[in-house]
């Protein structure tokens, strides 16, 4: 133990003497390895040392961010900076032993991605959104053969486990007067939002160099393929300074890869939220889109998480919906060319084909007249069968008709007359499902449906299931019920 304590007293001593050198790279590794020492060997039980124990943590935790901050990482963590503060006032040892178990808990976080917002989930979302920290699955960025890079599984990931837990560059909120933001409000919302970003490549010259390894929309094929370790905060990497960054790529890049909260998947895990907000996050930026995608994201505070919303197989590509899936193929093409894509997923290919034929378009004229519902998902159903169009086929029609298919489900009068001649709710969603994977319009109307006709342990576990694939396994299975609950008013 004594040889022990010496070690670490040296190491601290080394740690110190390299950090005020500004030697940070060799800091950060002798920080590292004190911290290691510190927190897996035994504690002392006499007070006094404990209490010096700890408090040469804290300045180690604190140094440690510091000195990687000054090599350029943004990821320098509040709770670090709260520690030296205080631990340089001499604060009490109950005090200091909270803020080295937080840090503690920052690295595990970091480190598993096992991030739980079971309690915010069950108090109603009250107060301030929970602390996270980066992390990064089992995921790579490589080629894509949809466009430029994409990211990429590394082993089998099931519905539900998160992917990335990522904190924005940058973001900026607006809050909503009505139900839009107006024109002035966005250019406003925006203008500081770029104002924001460009502060922070100043300070930062690691996250200049980063950001410059995005996509500007331009020539993805000549890209090249970044490792994703130099994206993690521990990353020691010394990258290749790509020096000032041109303002005009910088808004190329911008307008490529930033994020809106309105997203489909946003906005879902806090109620009555009236807030509208952009920002940039980095490796979701290497995610391309698909109108079958399988992951979600999800906004907590400026976090963005990212979860699989399908099981992904080992080598899979991972896609995003970059807007709303449930909809025909034309209001998909309108939406697509606000982010400058063609999609050519396999559901756009198999659509394009069928969009042509005159019944579908008389069904979209029908429903722009205000045609029964009913009667839409009737006819549409019978063609397909005429048509011989199943599995995958039928679902990506079904997807696409959406509105219709929930308007008809949700309508006791509809059902009535159409109940009969129309598919079963459960085939019905069970197949969407399989095409656009967990969605919260999905998760509402099982839930309303459970209500209704009452459902027994097997229908809820399925709702449970469906909730994991919406909102990850974020959620533990009894806050989860809450979020079904509210779910439904939702
Ligand atoms: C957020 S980035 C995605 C990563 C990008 N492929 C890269 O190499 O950095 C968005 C850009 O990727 C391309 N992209 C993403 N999804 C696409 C799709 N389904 N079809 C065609 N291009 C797509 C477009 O150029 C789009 O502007």
Redesign the pocket.
């Known amino acids: 133990m004594e040889e022990l304590t010496e070690q670490m007293q040296n190491l601290r001593s080394k740690a110190t003497e390299l950090f005020i050198r500004e030697e940070w790279k060799d800091s950060i590794e002798a920080y590292s390895h004190f911290i290691t020492l510190s927190t897996q060997n035994q504690t002392p039980s006499d007070p006094d040392q404990l209490q010096k124990l700890h408090k040469s943590l804290c300045i180690a935790f604190c140094n440690r961010a510091e000195a990687r901050f000054k090599l350029g990482y943004p990821y320098a963590l509040e709770c670090f900076r709260t520690a030296l503060v205080d631990s340089q006032a001499g604060g009490n040892s109950e005090m200091l032993n909270g803020y080295v178990e937080k840090c503690k808990k920052f690295e595990f976080l970091s480190r598993t991605g096992s991030i739980d917002l079971s309690d915010w989930v069950a108090s109603g979302f009250q107060g301030k959104a929970p602390e996270l920290a980066e992390h990064i699955g089992p995921v790579q960025i490589r080629k894509?053969e949809?466009?430029?890079?994409?990211m990429f599984a590394t082993k089998n990931i099931d519905a539900g486990s998160l992917i990335l837990v990522t904190k924005a560059i940058a973001m900026e909120r607006s809050i909503l007067g009505g139900k839009d933001l107006s024109e002035d409000a966005q250019l406003v919302m925006w203008k500081n939002f770029i104002d924001k970003v460009v502060d922070f490549i100043r300070k930062c010259p690691k996250t200049r160099d980063l950001i410059g390894k995005?996509?500007s929309?331009e020539d993805?094929e000549g890209?090249e393929v970044p490792d994703i370790d130099i994206f993690r905060p521990e990353s020691l990497e010394n990258m290749e300074s790509i020096g000032e960054i041109d303002m005009g790529k910088l808004f190329a890049i911008l307008d490529?890869?930033s994020l809106t909260e309105d997203a489909v998947s946003a906005n879902v895990l806090r109620k009555n939220n009236d807030c509208y907000g952009v920002g940039l996050w980095l490796l979701?930026?290497?995610?391309?889109?698909?109108c079958c995608a399988n992951v979600r994201r999800l906004h907590v505070g400026d976090y963005l998480i990212v979860h699989a919303s399908k099981d992904l197989k080992a080598g899979e590509e991972i896609?995003l919906s970059?807007f709303d899936p449930l909809c025909p193929l034309h209001k998909r093409r309108e939406m697509?060319m606000t982010?400058?894509?063609?999609?050519?997923?396999k559901r756009c290919v198999f659509e394009e084909e069928m969009f042509l034929k005159q019944e579908i378009k008389e069904i979209e004229i029908g429903l722009e007249r205000g045609m029964e519902c009913g009667g839409v998902v009737y006819k549409l159903e019978e063609h397909m069968k005429r048509w011989n169009v199943r599995g995958k086929g039928k679902a990506y029609l079904r997807a696409s008709f959406w509105s219709a298919y929930s308007e008809a489900y949700s309508s006791d009068r509809c059902m009535k007359r159409w109940g009969r001649r129309i598919p079963a709710f459960d085939a019905l969603i069970d197949s969407i499902i399989d095409v656009v994977g967990g969605d919260h319009r999905l998760l509402k109307i099982l839930m309303e449906e459970l209500k209704k006709n009452g459902g027994g342990f097997v229908e809820m576990e399925k709702a449970l299931k469906l909730a994991r694939e919406v909102y990850g396994k974020v959620v533990k299975k009894k806050a989860m019920r809450t979020l079904l609950e509210l779910c439904i008013g939702a």
């Open positions: 894509s949809i466009s430029g890079r994409g995005l996509s929309g993805e890209l490529v890869n979701p930026s290497f995610i391309n889109h698909s896609t970059y697509s982010w400058g894509i063609h999609c050519k997923c």
